[in-house]
């Protein structure tokens, strides 16, 4: 039975011959590739966020703040950090870390058709769909504008502990009002998957050759994910790092977008400074795109470094 997506596929293929043109120019997107051992990465993007800048920089030092965005180029107003997907593929296996947004979120982000169409993906291409956590603007993709998964041959995995918060009916009454929208999509969205994900729990192996690792703060279950093959090495890194300004000079510093802010300003210094020490490249989904590259400590302050 032919459903609603390869319906409206069909009538596109019909309609293209009279706007060739422009159905080309609008899909040209940015992509980006490295290999890594025998895989290999690829970054697209899903576009950017347009937030007003209390989204992040609410509650810190002011003068100290205003001294670093300056160097940086960065409003206090108002941030358009871009949004990074990451697909690995190791021959066997094609593997999407996060969806994107989807497009119910905001208009500037939700680009995955794009972005796999300048990866020369299709969804049928993905095996597997990983998520850091169940933000809008990683998780709100999983579905098309028909309500039906956007992955329809994919599995899925996410943190047991991610998973427990967005479905536990508690969540939208506790997480704060600004917030509630994320909690009633998360909800809505993970349970369009329930009967084809799996959890994994810290230290597990998610795949073969893609590690869990605890990032805990920006969400309760938020996750990183350390990817290995041969001798190299790369870290999905999601939100854990969430810009490349204050949160590399003053890692320290609790920003208002991590959902328990002590937490994710624990996590974001000790991330780093693992990062710094072993000199591990890495992929920051709000991080200016592609978003890979490494972290340079320089006097108990750190810098994104671009690969």
């Known amino acids: 039975m032919i459903n609603r997506r ?13 706007s060739l043109l422009p159905l080309m120019v609008s899909r040209a ?3 980006s590739k490295i290999e890594l051992g025998t895989a290999s990465v690829q ?29 940086y180029k960065v409003s206090m107003d108002g941030i358009e950090p871009d949004c990074n997907l990451t697909i690995y593929r190791d021959g066997e296996r094609t593997v999407i870390f996060d969806v994107g947004a989807g497009p119910n979120f905001m208009p500037s982000a939700g680009k995955l058709s794009e972005a796999l169409e300048a ?3 299709s969804p049928d291409d993905v095996t597997h769909v990983v998520f850091t956590h169940a933000h809008p603007d990683h ?7 028909f309500d039906e998964p956007f992955f329809p041959e994919a599995e899925y995995r996410i943190a047991k502990a991610e998973w427990d918060y ?48 605890a990032t805990h703060g920006h969400t309760p279950g938020h996750t990183s994910f350390e990817l290995r093959s041969g001798s190299e090495s790369l870290m999905i890194i999601g939100d854990a790092i969430g810009n490349h ?11 208002n ?7 994710g300003a624990r996590t974001r210094v000790g991330l780093l400074d693992q990062l710094a020490t072993q000199k591990t490249k890495f992929v920051g989904f709000h991080l200016p795109y592609p978003g890979i590259g490494y972290a340079e400590e320089k006097g108990g302050a750190y810098r994104f470094v671009r690969a």
């Open 43 to 71: 970054v697209v993007s899903d576009g950017h966020l347009k937030l007003p800048g209390s989204f992040v920089f609410n509650g810190m030092p002011e003068g100290e703040l205003k001294t670093i965005i300056a160097d």
């Open 29 to 31: 997107f940015a992509t």
């Open 245 to 255: 300004h204050v949160a590399f000079e003053k890692p320290d510093w609790e920003t």
């Open 139 to 145: 998780l709100w993709g999983l579905l098309d504008e």
């Open 166 to 213: 967005w479905l536990d009916p508690k969540t939208v009454e506790t997480i704060g009002e600004a917030r509630q929208a994320f909690a009633a999509g998360a909800k809505r969205n993970l349970k369009a998957i329930e009967d084809k994900i799996d959890f994994f729990e810290p230290d597990e192996e998610v795949l073969p050759g893609v590690l869990a690792r």
């Open 6 to 18: 390869e319906m409206m596929v069909s009538a596109g293929v019909i309609l293209s011959g009279a």
């Open 257 to 263: 977008s991590d959902q328990d802010k002590t937490m």
């Open 119 to 121: 990866a020369e993906s």
